[in-house]
């Protein structure tokens, strides 16, 4: 069974008296198997959250609708095995670590010494032992982060959504973010991830899909996307000075032993460029 | 073949438990409450000053004062705490997208809703027993005070006469100080609080500002005073008194004047004042849900 899909998502906000509707999201049909962790990439605006929102109910699609484990989104229940998190997310700024996830705990039924077990673990899990007792209004912007992953799995949830878990953290923990995501993966855990920034995630999606100005522009394993077929490249050792404009056709003349020959991989940031160039209807931000 | 997922008490009492707590650390309640306790704690000192000769008219004059002070402290004081409270929950929510974490969860809109409007109703009451126990300690503190010359006459005359007059003196002050009725009054402002703090909420179901939500709320405070006035002025106008039934008439909860002044209210009067209030309530938490399960966050 799907982890999620989608049939049809169309998403028009109302902007408001005589200002009309806006498209953010047209026809967006997902199918995301369970286990697999998957990418929703594009630039700012392009409709990323407006899909997780429609996805969990925050928001009435204007079309279509959407299935968790093939429970209707509409119904409460689709939510029992779902974890999420929000972009840029600020949390209770009066309570500790420690409270706010005894408090996420609760709401989902968990209590006594099973919430304090869980607990444990996941500050353990996300790093934040020291600033456990520590109130979120002093949490750095990485560690709100890490408290809003450690709220979505307090749980235990099959499934986790986290729009931008990256956005705005520091390399080092936005690497410990990815470390964690790869964890869940071979928990069995299925994972749609967004981003805007697409080198940052290609090393840890299974499958990824594009989209610009509301639309699926592009869809498809990482491994087959990101290995270019029209291309070789040669790995060559003990390449003379100067030889580098032979290389085509003399690197065997030259003396130069061909070590390898493998399809280059290209970054999803020119495979995304690429696709928004071809994407007629403009790219990015829309006003 | 999934679990179904039936409304909550635990979780509306968990989120409600969230509020309060979050209301607590936040300063402008500790502020507001403890600028209530000093007007409530002061206002024995305002009525020191008197010109009658009977220490049982004084002492009546002197404790109608402080009552006055105090009602009126807890009323302006625990409205503010009740709207201000009330109106800042949804927009926080929203600001700090904490909502989407909470919605997200296997929780209903419902709960949510009632959780965050319970949260509001337990600050008020704590707020609301906290200005009793002050008003009471009040109380107290200046019936023993203004009792003093009539016990002292009590221990010290030899005239049979003089020692009942005395004695009539300290229990007709005594009653006066520790009248049972002052409970009444001060159940009706709660009832009224927890009123104005569901109006409140209703307001911010389709609002998005904490201010608009205050100033609104304000307004029916102060409409809701008016319009038992306005009904009689407008006796003639059947169609005009029946839109302004609308409006809660918030006049019926101001049982304190008659307190004050010693008239009885009975506690069928309470109780069906409290009903009107929390019918009135009821229907405006249901308008409330009704916008909130619809609305988009
Ligand atoms: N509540 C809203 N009302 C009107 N427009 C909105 C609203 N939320 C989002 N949008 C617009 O919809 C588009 C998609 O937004 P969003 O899904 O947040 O994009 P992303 O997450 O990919 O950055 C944006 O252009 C945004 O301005
Ligand atoms: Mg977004």
């Known amino acids: ?287 | 073949m999934t679990e179904r997922v039936g409304f909550s008490v635990a979780r509306v009492g968990t989120i409600a438990a969230n509020t309060f707590t979050e209301s607590l650390r936040q300063k402008v309640f500790n502020i507001l409450l403890i600028f209530a306790l000093v007007v409530i704690a002061s206002a024995s000192f305002f009525a020191e000053f008197a010109f009658e000769e009977d220490v049982a008219v004084v002492a009546s004059y002197q404790l109608k004062s402080i009552k006055d002070t105090c009602f009126g402290a807890l009323s302006v004081i625990g409205m503010l705490i009740a709207i201000v409270g009330t109106a800042m929950l949804l927009p926080n929510e929203l600001e700090n997208r904490t909502i989407y974490t909470i919605l997200s969860k296997p929780v209903r809109r419902l709960e949510f809703l009632l959780g965050k409007y319970l949260g509001t109703v337990l600050l008020t009451f704590v707020s609301v027993v906290l200005m009793s126990v002050m008003f009471l300690a009040v109380l107290t503190f200046k019936e023993a005070r203004l009792s003093q010359p009539a016990k002292a006459v009590v221990e010290q005359t030899e005239s049979p006469v003089e020692k009942q007059k005395a004695q009539e003196q300290v229990a007709k002050i005594r009653a006066e100080a520790f009248d049972p009725a002052i409970v009444k009054g001060i159940l009706l402002v709660f009832v009224k609080l927890c009123l104005l703090a569901a109006i409140t909420l209703l307001v911010s179901t389709f609002s998005t500002s904490m201010v608009f939500n205050v100033a609104v709320a304000l307004l029916v405070f102060f409409a809701g005073h008016l319009v038992g006035l306005a009904k009689e002025a407008w006796q003639a106008q059947p169609l005009l008194v029946y839109l302004l039934g609308i409006i809660p008439n918030l006049d019926l909860f101001n049982v304190a004047d008659d307190i004050i002044l010693g008239n009885f209210v009975p506690w069928a009067h309470v109780g069906k004042v409290t009903g009107y209030g929390l019918v009135y309530l009821s229907g405006v938490l249901a308008a409330a849900h009704f916008i909130f399960s619809n609305r988009e966050i």
């Not at chain 1, 509409?74 to 974890?83: A, D, I, P, Q, W």
């Not at chain 1, 600020?90 to 408090?103: K, P, S």
């Not at chain 1, 080092?172 to 993966?185: A, H, P, T, V």
């Open chain 1, 1 to 287: 069974m799907d982890a999620i899909r989608t049939e049809n998502l169309t998403k028009k906000y109302n902007l408001g008296w005589r200002k009309g509707r806006f498209l953010a999201l047209e026809k967006l049909n997902l199918r995301i198997p369970e286990g697999e962790v998957y990418g929703l990439l594009g630039p700012n605006g392009s409709g990323k959250s407006t899909t997780l929102k429609c996805i969990l109910d925050l928001i009435t699609p204007t079309e279509g609708a959407a299935w968790i484990f093939g429970v209707p989104a509409t119904k409460v229940e689709s939510r029992l095995h779902v974890g999420f998190l929000p972009e840029n997310p600020y949390f209770y700024r009066y309570l500790t670590g420690g409270e706010t996830l005894e408090f996420y705990g609760q709401l989902c039924g968990i209590r006594g010494a099973a919430l304090h077990r869980r607990i444990e673990e996941l500050i353990e899990l996300v790093g934040l032992a020291k600033a456990r007792d520590r109130r979120l209004a002093g949490y750095s912007k990485g560690m709100l982060q890490r408290i809003g992953l450690a709220q979505a799995l307090i749980h235990d949830p099959r499934l986790l959504l986290l729009d931008e878990p990256t956005a705005g953290v520091d390399p080092i923990g936005s690497r410990d973010i990815r470390d964690l995501i790869l964890r869940l993966k071979q928990m069995g855990k299925t994972v749609l991830l967004s981003s805007h920034l697409l080198a940052q995630v290609q090393d840890v999606c299974d499958r990824i899909g594009v989209l610009n100005l509301g639309q699926m522009i592009l869809e498809g394993d990482v491994d087959q996307l990101i290995s270019d077929q029209r291309r070789l490249s040669f790995t060559v050792e003990g390449l003379p000075a100067g030889g580098r404009g032979q290389i085509e056709q003399a690197a065997q003349a030259a003396g130069a032993k061909v070590v390898g020959v493998e399809h280059p991989q290209t970054t999803l940031e020119t495979l995304f460029l690429d696709a928004v160039r071809q994407d007629k209807r403009g790219a990015g931000e829309h006003d």
